[in-house]
């Protein structure tokens, strides 16, 4: 499944456009960049709710598919500047982290 | 390569692995060894951005080896086998609220490097250096 296919009316592309068609092969939990840097798969689709520009960095350096912002928490805007530079797609969501792990399972089945 | 990187500095936090993960990249190196490195590089620069007075990040690309070199002025590790201990961690609060500070950084850089110096960890300060096999 590619990122653009979990595009909907609740998982809202915010930056990061230029990345959509990359793969999801795994999903992952945690607003703990570190434990992100040492746990996460490639191909992963990153839930967390933090919104600042290292979270993109952190994406770039484990090769993370896309990150989804949960909470309707706002990215900063530094942060969607470098999401488009480095075409890491960023997509909002509203529901808890729980939520949106749930409504991911139901896409990727 | 060789980058400058600044104290408290989160905006512009991780320039300098970006980049060295770009030339990686250009020299097609393989993906797991960018990956690895690319880890190792990020960790070390944010420690220089949080623990540090500032420092630089030094990079060496050979056809069978990566060397990344961190250098930081800065109080050094205190304890070294704390250090070491996952889930141990000296950064300040509003770094944690960051996400950052999980006390998973050197262990992470040495789960990722091949070899792993911290070459001193003094008063005067920090030098870390990694090196990674192609």
Known sequence: ?109 | MEFDVKARDFSSAGESSSAFRKTLLMLSVPSDIVRRASIAAYEAEMNIVIHSYGGKMHFEIYSDKIVIIAEDTGPGIKDLELAMTEGYSTAPKEVIEMGFGAGMGLPNMKRNADVMDIVNHDENGTKIVMTINI
Request: aromatic content about 6%; charged content about 20%.
């Open chain 1, 1 to 109: 499944m590619k990122v653009k296919d979990i595009l909907n009316s609740e998982f809202t592309l915010v930056a990061g456009s230029g990345g959509i068609e990359k793969e999801i092969s795994n999903v992952y939990v945690c607003d703990l960049l570190s434990f992100v840097m040492s746990h996460v798969k490639s191909g992963s689709a990153w839930i967390t709710i933090q919104t600042h520009v290292n979270v993109v960095a952190v994406a770039l350096m484990t090769e993370i598919s896309c990150i989804i912002i949960c909470e309707g928490e706002k990215l900063d805007e530094n942060a969607k500047v470098k999401a488009d530079e480095e075409n890491i797609p960023v997509i909002s969501f509203s529901g808890t982290s729980y939520d949106a792990a749930i409504r991911l399972s139901e896409l990727i089945k």
